[in-house]
């Protein structure tokens, strides 16, 4: 819904947008916006279940706007207005420039990434990601690709032609993490770098010596402990 009109109920009045159905997909976007903000510290482990299994069982668009209300609004989740399709398609020309896509940005099915001697970087952890499989078609020459990524998603760099360079995936929390999205690159590079994987440790933890701290999702793709 817009919000400019609501469905009509069986006596003919516009069904308030909070008593609108929701959605698997609606259940799954607020499931995420509980783990990131369990990850950033927002909710204890306690209020962390007690809100997945009141998302989880949410009917409506109300019910799932309770368990969010106190958190900073989630890129993509509007309660009551369901999110807007991906695009079909997202070009990105880099020449010697730097290009970044980060914070709740919205992931399209399908990528075309043409670097000739610049720096593009994709932040995954915070995006709003519809479909299961995002295709990226890349064209590196000499210069630099980076996807910073999250527990679930996978990368898949089988289908790029390397001459010089190197390409190189890291995923850390290691093959018991379901996955629930898949990057598939096909392409070619030249003399450039392709890198993914989690975001570095900040200066603080390097320099108290404190390991990367990842929010693995648990059975079924839903919250799990950290590591």
């Known amino acids: 819904m817009t919000g400019e009109m609501s469905p009509l109920d069986h006596s003919g009045e516009p069904v ?61 989740f509007t309660p009551g207005v369901p999110p807007a399709a991906p695009k079909d398609l ?47 078609d890349v064209s590196v ?13 996978t990368v898949d760099t089988d289908d790029v032609t390397v001459r010089s360079g190197h390409v190189r995936v890291r995923a850390p929390w290691g093959d018991q993490v379901p996955e629930v999205v898949r990057i598939e690159f096909a392409g070619s590079l030249r003399s450039g770098h392709i890198n993914a994987g989690p975001p570095r440790r900040t200066f603080w933890q390097w320099l108290t010596r404190q390991p990367p701290r990842y929010p693995v999702p648990g059975s079924l793709g839903l919250p799990g402990p950290a590591r």
């Not at 020459?141 to 527990?151: E, F, V, W, Y």
């Open 90 to 136: 997202v070009r990105i020309e880099c020449g010697s420039s730097s290009i970044r896509r980060d914070g709740g940005w919205a992931v399209p099915r399908r990528m075309e990434v043409h670097i000739r001697s610049g720096r593009v970087v994709l932040d995954f952890t915070r995006a709003v990601i519809a479909e299961r499989v995002l295709r990226m």
């Open 16 to 76: 308030p947008s909070d008593d609108l159905r929701a959605s698997h997909e609606d259940r799954d976007r607020v499931v995420e916006l509980l783990r990131v903000a369990a990850g950033d510290g927002r909710l204890t482990g306690d209020e962390l279940d007690d809100r997945l299994e009141k998302a989880l069982t949410a009917r409506t668009y109300g019910e799932l706007a309770v368990v969010v209300r106190d958190l900073p609004a989630a890129p993509g």
């Open 141 to 153: 020459g000499s210069g630099h690709l980076k996807l910073i990524t999250r527990p679930g998603i």
